[in-house]
C-alpha cells in the first residue's frame, strides 16, 4: 500500500495544504508543535475513521472554520483509491455536534465500517511505551486495532458490544434513580447481560487469538534487539473489584480470576459468555449504585511478561523499550503477510524515545519493502546507520501549519 497525495482543508493547524509523497521513504521535519503529527493523523485518521489523539471530530477542525476536509490518494490491491472525510459543525438543541461524511472512491459511506478494507496503517509512536508503562485501555486499545486489520467483523462486533453498553448503562442509571428493582427491572437487565455477555465473548476471544499470533514473533524480535534469549508471555485478566475480592462469593470470583490465557485460548465463546454472566450477576448491586458496567471487554487488561515476570513492574526501561519495539515490529508483520502487501509504517517522533542501538535496528528491519512515513524535529539526531538509511528519502519541511519546501535526498547525508 502507498499513500500517493495528502490534501488537508481547515484541519488542525492546515488551513489549505497538499503533500506529495515518495513510494518508499519519507521524512518528516519540523519543530514541536509546528504540525507533523497532524499530517499523521489525518493519514490514520483515513483509515479508520477516527483520530488516536482525541475522540471528539470537531477538535479536529481548525478553529477559525467550521468545517474541514481530508482527502488520501493511494495505491492498494493493484489500482488506485481515495478517501475523502468531510466535518462540518452544527448548532442544536444539544448544543454543539459534527457531522461527518465519508467517501471511498466518490461513494458515499454511512459510517466509519466502510472504511474497512482499504487502507491499513500501523503506527509507531512514544506514545507506544504506553502498551507496558500505560493503563488497561492502551492495551486494549492496540490489541482491539491489531484484531480489527487481522480479524472479519471484528470492528462490527465491537461497534455493537460499544452500543449495547450504553443501552446497558442507561438502563442501570434509570434503576438507579427509581430505587428498587421490579421483575420487570430484572428481566430486561438480563437481556441485556445475555447480549453483552455473548458479543464480549466474542471480543475476547479474537483478542486472545491475536495474543498468540503477536507473542511469538514478538519474541524472536525481542531476542535479536536484546541479544538475550528471554521468553515473552501475556496473561489476560478480567476486571474484578477490590471490594468483591472481600465478599462471600470466593469460590466463583476465584474461577473467574483463574481463568488464564491458555484456558481462555481453549474455551468457547459460550463458556466465556457465561463466566461474563456471573461477573454481572455477582456485581448487580455494585452496577446499580454506580449506574455503569463493572465488568466485561471494555475493563479487562492485558499484561505482558519477560521470563515470567511482569514487564510493568520489574523490567528495565531498556528492556521495555526492546518490548514495544517488538511487540510493534511483530504486529507489523503480522499484518503484512496477513494483508499478501505491506501496510503504509508511520513513525511519529520515535527517534526521540529509542536510543542509537535501537534506532539503527528498527532502521535496518524496516529497510526495504513497504512505505515510511517519519517525524523527527533533527536530522542531526539520526546516527550513522540512519542517514544511510535516509538517502534517496524524501524530506518535507513543516513550519506553523504550511509545508516549506520538499525535496529528494539524492545523497548520504553528511
Not at 485501555?137 to 461497534?159: E, P
Not at 461474563?276 to 455503569?292: A, C, N, T, V
Not at 517525524?375 to 524524501?394: A, C, I, V, Y
Request: charged share 25%; with cysteine.
Amino acid at each position: 500500500m502507498i499513500v500517493k497525495k495528502l490534501s488537508l482543508t481547515n484541519f488542525r493547524n492546515y488551513r489549505s495544504e497538499s503533500i506529495i509523497f515518495s513510494n518508499e521513504r519519507n521524512v518528516i521535519v519540523g519543530e514541536n508543535a509546528q504540525g507533523k503529527t497532524n499530517l499523521l493523523e489525518a493519514i490514520e485518521y483515513c483509515a479508520t475513521g477516527r483520530s488516536y489523539r482525541t475522540a471528539l471530530d470537531g477538535e479536529l477542525i481548525r478553529k477559525e472554520s467550521d468545517n474541514a476536509l481530508v482527502e488520501l490518494d493511494f495505491f492498494a490491491g493493484s489500482y488506485d483509491r481515495k478517501i475523502s472525510i468531510g466535518l462540518k459543525k452544527r448548532l442544536s438543541s444539544k448544543g454543539e455536534t459534527t457531522e461527518k461524511a465519508i467517501k471511498v472512491n466518490g461513494v458515499a459511506k454511512a459510517n466509519t465500517r466502510g472504511l474497512q478494507g482499504h487502507l491499513a496503517v500501523v503506527g509507531f509512536k512514544s506514545e507506544d511505551m504506553s502498551l507496558i508503562r500505560g493503563g488497561p485501555k492502551d492495551r486494549r486499545d492496540w490489541l482491539d486495532d491489531l484484531a480489527c486489520l487481522l480479524k472479519t467483523g471484528f470492528s462490527a462486533v465491537l461497534s455493537r458490544y460499544q452500543k449495547a453498553l450504553a443501552q446497558r448503562n442507561r438502563l442501570l442509571k434509570s434503576l438507579f434513580e427509581k430505587g428498587r428493582l421490579s421483575v420487570s427491572d430484572q428481566d430486561q437487565l438480563k437481556a441485556w447481560d445475555q447480549q453483552i455477555a455473548a458479543l464480549g465473548a466474542t471480543i475476547i476471544k479474537k483478542r486472545i487469538e491475536c495474543l498468540l499470533l503477536v507473542l511469538p514473533i514478538a519474541e524472536r524480535y525481542q531476542k535479536d534487539i536484546s541479544g538475550i534469549g528471554e521468553h515473552l508471555s501475556a496473561n489476560y485478566s478480567f476486571y474484578i473489584s477490590p471490594s468483591l475480592s472481600e465478599g462471600t462469593m470466593h469460590a466463583e470470583l476465584d474461577s473467574i480470576e483463574s481463568f488464564s490465557m491458555n484456558a481462555l485460548a481453549d474455551a468457547g465463546e459460550q463458556e466465556i459468555a457465561v463466566k461474563l454472566m456471573k461477573l454481572y450477576r455477582i456485581r448487580r448491586g455494585d452496577e446499580i449504585s454506580r449506574r455503569q458496567t463493572l465488568s466485561g471487554p471494555h475493563r479487562d487488561d492485558v499484561r505482558f511478561n519477560l521470563n515470567s515476570t511482569d514487564a510493568t513492574s520489574f523490567a528495565s526501561q531498556g528492556q521495555q523499550r526492546s518490548l514495544v519495539l517488538a511487540l510493534k515490529l511483530a504486529e507489523l508483520e503480522l499484518v503484512s503477510n496477513h494483508l499478501e502487501e505491506p501496510p503504509v509504517l508511520i513513525l511519529d517522533d520515535v527517534m526521540a524515545e529509542l536510543d542509537l542501538k535501537r534506532q539503527a535496528y528498527l532502521m535496518e528491519t524496516i529497510n526495504n519493502g513497504m512505505q515510511t512515513i517519519l517525524t523527527t524535529t533533527h536530522l542531526e539526531s539520526f546516527g550513522h546507520f540512519q542517514r544511510e538509511w535516509l538517502s534517496g528519502s524524501s524530506l518535507i519541511s513543516v513550519r506553523n501549519g504550511e509545508i516549506e519546501r520538499q525535496e529528494n535526498f539524492a545523497t548520504p547525508i553528511k
